[in-house]
């Protein structure tokens, strides 16, 4: 089993930064991906970032040069850095990893105003 405890979410105006952050503790050892997906009204659930156990990032398209996804081990947290946000990312962000399982967080709202 693991947990999930996320953090950073609020209001920014455009252009603006928000850091996210996704503290895991459990199983941890069994982890092989992180990452972040997103979820705005009326919307499909979407991949934001994601990191692998090796190292490999994959991006969005529409994220790509904005957000930055990168882990701290000792701290067990994985962390999303959104740079010059725009209105639409606004939506509910949601960590997830993957071990044998797949577990979520309780999701932190982004919101990006014009």
């Known amino acids: 089993q693991v947990q999930l405890v996320e953090s950073g979410g609020g209001l920014v105006q455009a252009g603006g930064s928000l850091r996210l952050s996704c503290a895991a503790s459990g199983s941890i050892f069994s982890i092989n991906t992180m990452g972040w997906y997103r979820q705005a009204p009326g919307k499909q659930r979407e991949l934001a970032a994601r990191?692998?156990?090796?190292?490999?990032?994959i991006y969005a398209d529409s994220v790509k040069g904005r957000f930055t996804i990168y882990r701290d081990n000792a701290k067990n947290t994985v962390y999303l850095q959104m740079n010059s946000l725009k209105p639409e990312d606004t939506a509910v962000y949601y960590c997830?990893?993957?071990?044998?399982?797949?577990?979520w967080g309780q999701g932190t709202q982004v919101t990006v105003s014009s």
């Open positions: 990191l692998t156990s090796s190292g490999t990032t």
């Open positions: 997830r990893v993957r071990t044998n399982d797949v577990y």
